[in-house]
């Protein structure tokens, strides 16, 4: 029989603030992450805006001199893991850390280091390369770095699949603990992509918002004048574990996750699936896995970036799925405030939906001025709402044709 898991610590590292209080509370508060671009000069370039991250300091979570060998996207990632542990109130010292994994991924990795590395090969030859590039670098460290640092040495690995990243992770770990093969995971996403390559590389995609002179209006999910993401950086970490092992221990459960969908699109690198049908079949899934109807949820955390394409079939997917259903769910964006943190996103929005169960409050999709006809759900605009959610989808899709989705249910003993 498989085992019930629930979700006991949260850390996260957002555009909209560091730990999961502050988080929260600027969610509920409508508050905008977006600014222009302070981490190099980005004056030439299409899109000048970004949700970084405001003062950072990761001396708060790791040894100074460790910090300067890992690159800012596993700084992250074990700021996250540091404060999600905590949170959780695990004593490591008291616990079988064989049974204890980790699966942090990353949708690109160490890409401030590939940037700063290359910029010295070139200029200075190949003897000037630091011994740290490679391990600062692989996607694999921010999982690895987490492991190392709290002696956890139950499964260790990485996902990567692009938007969908944390989402998978989640998933993947809920899998580890239903199966048996550990009580806890730490578990989640991060990313830091503000760079100079990588937003250079989503311009000339033409995928991003340019409206470079409102940094805090770019992001409009399901709005009839959205016109792409914005890039945004962070971790979304948690803690999650066997109902037995967590009442065993006495700790605070959030949420109960009961199910988990993946699958894949198979149509094209970046555009989504024609009409969402693959991303409803990911939900359905999900929700199959809980044993539930789909009658039975009452918001989902959506994928909505903000982006003409995945709005419009994120929409479609969940009226296909839903029926009339669709009509009296709950939808909201966190993107809207801090923009698209890629392998990270699910991360924070799977943080964000436990907390809906718990709270039974709702965070707003902001900057809902002007409603796009075909997009006629119920994405709570502008305003947080008090609603009793007993049940919540999380989406997340990624380049690659990637589906994932988790259903959270409030948690009832």
């Known amino acids: 029989m498989k085992k019930r898991v629930v979700v006991t610590g949260m850390g996260a590292v957002t555009p909209i603030g560091i730990g999961k209080d502050d988080f929260w509370q600027a969610l509920l508060a409508g508050k905008s992450g977006i600014t222009t671009v302070s981490r190099f000069d980005a004056s030439e370039y299409s899109t000048q805006i970004a949700g970084e991250v405001k003062d950072f300091d990761p001396a708060n979570y790791m040894d100074k001199k460790e910090a300067r060998r890992m690159d800012r996207c596993t700084q992250f990632a074990l700021a996250g893991a540091t404060m999600a542990i905590k949170d959780s109130g695990l004593d490591l010292e008291a616990e079988d850390r064989d049974r204890i994994g980790t699966i942090i991924g990353t949708g690109i990795g160490g890409m401030e280091t590939l940037h700063d590395q290359y910029k010295v090969l070139f200029e200075k030859g190949p003897n000037r390369i630091s011994p740290f590039f490679v391990p600062m670098m692989i996607a694999n460290m921010s999982s690895g770095q987490v492991s190392i640092t709290f002696g956890l040495r139950g ?55 340019s409206r470079n002179d409102a940094p805090e209006k770019a992001s409009r999910p399901f709005e009839k004048d959205r016109e792409g993401f914005v890039m945004g950086e962070g971790s979304g970490v948690v803690v999650i574990e066997s109902l037995e092992h967590a009442l065993a221990r006495g700790a605070h459960i959030y949420a109960e996750l009961v199910g988990y969908g993946s699958n894949a699109d198979a149509f094209h690198i970046t555009a989504p699936a024609p009409e969402g049908a693959q991303a409803a079949k990911c939900m359905a899934l999900a ?77 707003p999709t902001i900057n809902y001025e002007t409603p796009d006809p075909d997009l006629d759900l119920d994405y709570v605009p502008n305003q947080a709402r008090k609603k009793v959610v007993n049940y919540a989808l999380s989406n997340s899709f990624g380049f690659g044709g990637h589906n994932a989705t988790l259903l959270v249910k409030k948690y009832n003993g």
């Open 155 to 209: 499964p260790c690995m990485c996902v990567v699949t692009a938007c969908a990243t944390a989402t998978n992770s989640i998933g993947e770990a809920f899998r580890i603990i239903q199966h048996g093969d550990a009580d806890v995971m730490v578990t989640g996403g991060t990313e830091a992509t503000i760079s100079p390559a990588a937003l250079a590389g989503f311009c000339s995609m033409k995928a991003l918002s």
């Open 287 to 363: 929700i199959k896995d809980a044993g539930v109807s789909p009658s039975v949820v009452d918001y989902i955390n959506a994928h909505g970036t903000s982006t003409p394409l995945n709005d419009k079939n994120e929409t479609l997917a969940i009226k296909s799925l839903f029926g009339e259903h669709a009509y009296k769910l709950a939808i909201s964006s966190t993107k809207s405030m801090t923009g698209h943190l890629l392998g990270a996103a699910g991360g924070i929005e799977f943080i964000a939906a436990s907390l809906t169960v718990q709270n039974d409050i709702i965070h």
